[in-house]
């Protein structure tokens, strides 16, 4: 059974710092393109960004130069670093499969940047 469980979010001042950690269990994990995605209020789901098995990694515009993505292959781990945090970060932060698999869409982990 594929699960993923995403972690790390709260509340955290404009400029301020977060690390979100997604732990996946099962076969979605190896070998596969791994992705961060939110959902504002509102608004759709988006991509954030993903990094392949090999490490090669790919941004959103409205993140890039402020959040960084990781894998731990070995822990079967996915990190977003998320620095310089502005209020339209504001969302429901999302792991899964790039592209998505829409049966592997776990809870979430809230984000919520004030100004």
């Known amino acids: 059974q594929v699960q993923l469980v995403e972690s790390g979010g709260g509340l955290v001042q404009a400029g301020g710092s977060l690390r979100l950690s997604c732990a996946a269990s099962?076969?979605?994990?190896?070998?596969?393109?791994m992705a961060w995605y939110r959902q504002a209020p509102g608004n759709g789901r988006e991509l954030v960004a993903y990094i392949t098995s090999g490490g090669r990694t790919n941004y959103g515009d409205s993140v890039k130069g402020r959040f960084t993505i990781s894998r731990d292959n070995a822990e079967n781990t996915v990190h977003l670093q998320m620095t310089s945090l502005k209020p339209e970060d504001t969302a429901v932060y999302y792991c899964?499969?790039?592209?998505?698999?829409?049966?592997?869409w776990g809870k979430g982990t809230l984000v919520t940047v004030s100004s």
């Open positions: 899964n499969k790039y592209p998505p698999i829409d049966k592997y």
């Open positions: 099962g076969t979605i994990f190896r070998l596969n393109t």
